[in-house]
C-alpha cells in the first residue's frame, strides 16, 4: 500500500467496515441556502418537526454558568447542554456522529481540566482552557443582573471549525481508499484466478470479497486487517438498526459505474466482477453542520468537490455514477492528515 496511507487514514477506511456496510476545501465552505440549486431529478428530503425553542439558562455568576456546561460535557448529558446553551446550541451538541461529537467532549474536558480561566469584564466572560489558554468560542455575557452563554455568537465558528476537520479527514479517507483498492487488486483474493476489485468494505464471513477479513495469526492481513482494532477503539461499531453510522461526520457509497464526464461512461462490473475500476462518494450526515461539500474520487486518484445544498443527503444517496462534470472541482488534497494538535473543540 503506497506510503500516503497513515494510520488515521486506515482507521478511517476501517470503521466505514464496521459501520457503514451498506452502503472540501482545505477552509470550511458555506452551506447552500437555496434548495432550487439542486437538479430536478433529486430525491426530496423528509422533513421532521421542529423541535421546542429553548433559551439559553441564566446564572447568578459567570462561573456558576462555567460549572454547569463543564458537568453536562462530562455526562456527555445533551438535554443538560441545550438547557445550559439554549436552542441554539443544538448543532454544537451533535452532529449527527456521536463517536466524534465524544471525542469532542473529551478533548475539551481534559484542555479544561489541564488548565482554565475566566477572563471577565463588568458585562462579559470568555473561558480560556489548557497550557495555550484556548479561548471557548462562546462567550457568557451578562444581562440585567443574570449570566448566560451567547450562544449565537460562538456557533459558526464552532460548526465552520468542525466542519473544515471532517471536510479535511473525509478528503484523506477518499485517497486512503483508492490505496486499498490498489492494494486488493494486486491478488486474486477468491481463488477464482481474476484480478478484482472489491465490492463491498466488510468481506462475507469466510471470504475475501471485501477489504477487510478476519485473519489468524499465522495469515496475511487484509488490506486494512492491521487497523481494525484502532477503528474499534474509537467507538465505532455497527448500529444495531443496521443504518449506516457517520464517520466524522460523513456517510460513504461505493459507485461501481461512471458516466460520460470521466473519460468516458462503462460500468465496473463485468460479468460479477469488478475489473474495470471503482469509485467512491462520501457526503455529509447532516449538511451544514457536520459538513458542507460532496466528495467523490474514483481509480484514477483525483478527489473531486460539489456542495450540493440542502438536498445533499438524498441526491448523494441516490448517486450512481462517478461523473464529475464542469459543476465539480479537483481538491487539493493535503498531503498530511489533520494535525494532531487541535483546538479542544
Known sequence: MKTRIRSATLVAIVALSLVAPRLAAQAPAQPKTDASAQQSTAPKQSTAPKPPLVKPKSFASPEEAVRSLVAALRAGDQRALIRVLGSEGRTLVSSGDEVSDKQTRARFIEAFDAANKLVKTQTEATLRVGPDEWPFPIPVVKTADRWRFDTRRGREEIVARRIGRNEL????????????????????????????YAQKFASTPGKHDGLYWRTKADEPP????????????????RSASGEPTPYWGYLFRLLTAQGPAADGAYDYVVRGHMIAGFALVAFPATYGVSGVMTFIVNHDGVV??????????????AMRLFNPDATWTKVDVPTQALATRQPPQ
Open 304 to 317: 473531486y468537490q460539489k456542495d450540493l445544498g440542502p438536498t445533499t443527503r438524498a441526491t448523494a444517496s
Open 222 to 237: 487484509s488490506p486494512l486487517g492491521d487497523f481494525v482494532v484502532r477503528a474499534h477503539a474509537e467507538g465505532y461499531r
Open 169 to 196: 479527514n473525509t478528503m484523506q479517507v477518499c485517497l486512503a481508499y483508492v490505496d486499498a483498492q490498489r492494494e486488493y487488486f494486486s491478488e486474486d483474493r477468491n481463488g477464482e484466478g481474476i484480478l478484482e
